[in-house]
């Protein structure tokens, strides 16, 4: 069974559209977060839940948004879709937030192409 | 955040040890070190991590100076699936602190 799964892998979308990356883990953990990868491989944080709480929550476009509808899911919505959102988006999860040797799992990825 | 700084790339012959470095002379007392891995279109796995004392694991093994200004990640044997981007990460155990990804170091494994 996959850990921490992403739905979908791949998304092609025009400019203006509205999107939705929805993520799973079955991993019992209590943090889950969104990173975003961008052309230049560059990986940061936008933002981490942990038990559905929001605890970290990056300078980023208020057309995200996340939503955690329970400790195992953290699906992120982006509105008004720009060029510059195209990147390679991860979801991942720890048991607790992290610091508390507690480490990440990542799932691997959904490719988002704005055109 | 304390900074890190790793080689752009290395390269390393199948089945040799591999010596990944990483110089962290701002690490506060602390900041665990921590090492992720990324192999191509994947997402980021754990390696390890440590404070002070030498770690090992399955996977790797970590040395830490003893002024805990720099790190080696040792791989022992690499295989062609070592073939990675390995970042080192300094991470206050305090919680809800954030993993920083840095540029990372490109292992590249020759056959």
């Known amino acids: 069974d996959t850990a921490v799964s992403q739905t979908p892998k791949y998304l092609v979308t025009q400019m203006g559209n509205d999107k939705s990356i929805k993520c799973e883990q079955n991993?019992?953990?209590?943090?889950m977060y969104w990173y975003k990868q961008d052309s230049k491989k560059f990986l940061k944080i936008m933002f981490s839940y942990n038990n559905k709480e929001l605890i970290i929550n990056e300078t980023v476009p208020n057309r995200f948004s996340p939503k955690s509808p329970d400790k195992a899911h953290l699906n992120l919505h982006i509105n008004s879709l720009e060029l510059g959102d195209s990147a390679v988006y991860f979801c991942?999860?720890?048991?607790?937030?992290?610091?508390?040797?507690?480490?990440?799992?990542f799932g691997n990825g959904t490719r988002l192409t704005v055109t | 955040d304390a900074k890190t700084t790793q080689p752009n790339s290395m390269e390393s012959n199948e089945e040799e040890p591999v010596h990944l470095p990483c110089n962290h002379s701002?690490?506060?007392?602390?900041?665990?070190i921590h090492w992720y891995r990324q192999l191509p279109s994947q997402g980021p796995e754990y390696v390890i991590h440590g404070l002070t004392s030498n770690v090992n694991n399955r996977m790797a093994s970590l040395a830490i100076a003893e002024d805990r200004k720099s790190s080696t990640l040792i791989l022992h044997r690499a295989t062609l699936r070592d073939a990675a981007v390995y970042y080192c990460?300094?991470?206050?155990?305090?919680?809800?602190?954030?993993?920083?990804f840095g540029t990372g170091t490109r292992l590249t494994i020759i056959p």
């Open positions: 991993l019992g953990h209590d943090t």
């Open positions: 991942a999860s720890s048991q607790d937030p992290p610091g508390l040797h507690s480490p990440l799992h």
């Open positions: 701002t690490i506060s007392g602390t900041d665990y």
């Open positions: 990460i300094p991470l206050s155990n305090f919680g809800n602190e954030k993993l920083t």
